[in-house]
Every structure is written in C-alpha cells, then in structure tokens.
C-alpha cells in the first residue's frame, strides 16, 4: 500500500500476526484488521450463522467458537472479541510506535509552550490594537482642533 518501508502503517491497515485458529479461517498468518473481518462475515455469511430472529446475534460454529471462546455473541462484540485472536506484528512498526509516544511527549511539551506565547501575542496583539485606537483618537482630537481654529479665524 505505502511505498516507503519505514513509514508506520495506519491503525486498521496494520498487518496483524492471527491465533492459529483464526489463520485456519482467515488462510493466512498476517492480514490487515478490516481483511480479517471481511473474512469472517463471509464465514457467517457462507454457513447462514446470524440468528433468525434478531439478526444482530452471531449462532458461533465449532470454528468461530475457537476463536472467540462463545457459542453466542452480537455483532458489535466481534471486533473486541477479535482482538484476543490478534496480535501486531514485530519489526519497525514497534520502534515507529516508540519513537511517536516520544514525539508526542514532546508535542505535547511544545503546545503548552505554543498556549504560552500565544497569550503573549494575543496580549502583544491587543496592546497594538489599543495602540491604533488611541491614535486615531489623536488623529480626531486634532482634525477636531484645526477645524474649531478655522471657525474661529472667520469670525
């Protein structure tokens, strides 16, 4: 998908290392999370496992109960159920993931820097903008004052 090698994949398209069982079902050792559940909606879809009546609940099959430990669950449990049977992969993704919690430490040590200095412009930003209204306040008193001298010589 990406070019560069080093580059850390996105979470959901991460290639992911699967519990036998899960690889038995799946046909591989790595697949991307979204593979992974596209396979195993193909399974239930394949072997009619949904429940009739509330089609929300997934009616486990002896293959999907090795993966996920239950006869029964909804749906919405699958992912997080899932992710028991998954774990990521070694290799540069681990080091990326170390080296961007220590980018963010720092990050996040800037931007309260960043919150610092931006008060200070905000202030620096208001001092000018008085600054401005004042002299235009000047700028009036004195067109104010020229015109009140010129009435004043035509009397």
């Given at each position: ?6 580059r850390k ?6 290639k ?6 899960l ?21 239930i879809?394949?072997n009619?496992?949904q ?14 109960r ?25 290799g540069?993704?681990?080091?990326n ?9 720092n990050?996040?040590k ?11 412009t905000n ?33």
């Amino acid at each position: 998908m990406y070019l560069d090698k080093n580059r850390k994949m996105p979470g959901f398209n991460q290639k992911l290392e699967l519990s036998p069982a899960l690889a038995k079902l799946c046909g591989q050792k790595n697949l991307e999370r979204t593979k992974i559940v596209k396979k195993i909606w193909a399974h239930i879809k394949k072997n009619n496992l949904q429940d009739s009546k509330d089609r929300r609940q997934i009616n486990n099959d002896q293959a999907l109960r090795e993966i996920f430990g239950r006869q029964k669950m909804g749906m919405m449990e699958m992912n997080s159920l899932l992710s028991k049977s998954v774990k990521q992969t070694g290799g540069n993704n681990n080091n990326n993931n170390n080296n961007n919690n220590n980018n963010n430490k720092n990050n996040k040590k800037n931007s309260h820097r960043n919150r610092n200095n931006n008060k200070n412009t905000n202030k620096n930003r208001k001092d000018r903008q008085n600054q401005k209204g004042q002299k235009k306040q000047q700028q009036k008193r004195r067109q104010n004052q020229k015109r009140s001298q010129k009435r004043n010589q035509r009397r």
